[in-house]
């Protein structure tokens, strides 16, 4: 069984940096993309970008282009995305997701709720 | 950058249909895809490329593409698939509809 499993929750000050992960398993992690999707209190889905873990081939879209960075640890299968310097709009639940046979999502991670406050 | 329009909300009564569009350029060259999201859960694939059901779907479930619009299309709707509904396309990135919110009343 594929399993997303994603990192707990997180409270943060503005400015300070983050990084959340994405434990895969029950498949081979290389042969899934991993996605990561925005999710603002009240609102929809956004999808911020797309890494290909055997190359580490990474996508951004155009709104989330320098302000995360994605990132994966193929050794412990691991996707993750990280912010250098938080700010309060990023609050939010992020989703990681997985496909394979095409574009489309899989699987979805429980998700990790990320709450940057002063 | 490429947009997908769905209406905010849609309502049915219990036993009847529900459809729930999707508006884009040439949305009907491209796969569409569906996904189901319940209050405080994460979101569920229910149709892909096109018109596909994932394993577990119920057949109720069903989807086209043609044109500019894609359909999600619930046949006897039950009140349990009250939730908000994604489309996505992918057009050199994944692209997600607004949503829709379904009410079953």
């Known amino acids: 069984e594929v399993q997303l499993v994603q990192s707990g929750a997180e409270v943060k000050k503005p400015g300070q940096s983050l990084k959340i992960s994405c434990k895969g398993s029950?498949?081979?992690?290389?042969?899934?993309?991993i996605g990561w999707v925005r999710q603002m209190p009240g609102k929809g889905l956004e999808w911020m970008g797309i890494?290909?873990?055997?190359?580490?081939?990474?996508r951004y879209s155009p709104s989330f282009q320098g302000q995360v960075t994605i990132s994966v640890d193929k050794s412990i299968s691991t996707a993750y995305v990280q912010w250098s310097s938080l700010k309060a709009s990023d609050t939010a639940m992020y989703y990681c997701?997985?496909?394979?046979?095409?574009?489309?999502?899989?699987?979805w991670g429980q998700g990790t709720l990320v709450t940057v406050s002063s | 950058s490429y947009e997908l329009t769905q209406p905010p909300s849609v309502s049915v009564s219990p036993g009847q249909t529900a459809s729930i569009t999707c508006s884009g350029d040439?949305?009907?060259?491209?796969?569409a895809s569906w996904y189901q999201q319940k209050p405080g859960q994460s979101p569920v694939l229910v149709i892909y490329?096109?018109?596909k059901r994932p394993s577990g779907i119920p057949e109720r479930f069903s989807g086209s593409n043609s044109g500019n619009t894609a359909t999600l299309t619930i046949s006897g709707t039950q009140a349990l698939d009250e939730a908000d509904y994604y489309c996505?396309?992918?057009?050199?990135?994944?692209?997600f509809g607004g949503g829709t919110k379904l009410t079953v009343l």
């Open positions: 997701a997985s496909g394979a046979a095409g574009p489309w999502v899989d699987h």
């Open positions: 029950g498949y081979s992690f290389t042969n899934y993309w």
């Open positions: 890494i290909y873990p055997g190359d580490s081939d990474t």
């Open positions: 040439k949305l009907g060259d491209k796969y």
């Open positions: 490329q096109d018109n």
């Open positions: 996505q396309a992918w057009v050199s990135t994944l692209v």
